[in-house]
């Protein structure tokens, strides 16, 4: 399946846009693009308690799951319209994997800042990633 890279961007940008970042002003949205077809937003939720902050990506899997989707994950959207260049955390690293590991996929990692656009694999940004 062929995912529109513009699409997905333009889904996270808008997704940044309704983080709740109010104590470091971080603002993050995520977009997944699954084989059928689906889409899912999400952005990152702050809390003062900064352990119980929440990643716009882990939010992101959490709606995928409670939507019933095992797998077929193929692309990843992120927007970090306050960074130059924005990546998965490393526990986001591990939550997409758990779901791409469902099905052996290794999506498309698309990461926009102000400094622009940097693609990877989810494969290179968490090699020998932990899976069941």
């Given amino acids: 399946m062929s995912v529109d890279k513009q699409s997905l961007l333009s889904a996270a940008r808008a997704a940044a846009e309704q983080a709740y970042a109010p104590y470091s002003q971080f603002r993050v949205g995520a977009a997944l ?19 119980l902050s929440l990643c716009a990506e882990t939010i992101a899997v959490a709606k995928a799951m409670t939507d019933g989707k095992r797998g077929g994950l193929v ?3 992120l927007s970090g319209p306050d960074v130059d260049l924005i990546s998965p955390c490393g526990r986001c690293r591990q939550v997409l994997l758990e779901l791409a590991a469902l099905d052996g996929s290794d999506p498309v990692v698309w990461g926009e ?11 290179q940004l968490l090699p020998d990633g932990f899976t069941a």
Avoid at 34 to 39: E, L, T, V, Y
Avoid at 40 to 47: G, R, S
Wanted: aromatic residues 10%; charged residues 15%.
């Fill in 113 to 123: 800042g102000s400094a622009g656009i940097r693609e990877w694999r989810l494969s």
């Fill in 75 to 77: 692309a990843i959207a």
């Fill in 33 to 51: 693009a699954f084989a059928d077809g689906s889409m899912l937003t999400a952005a990152n939720v702050e809390n003062a308690s900064y352990g």
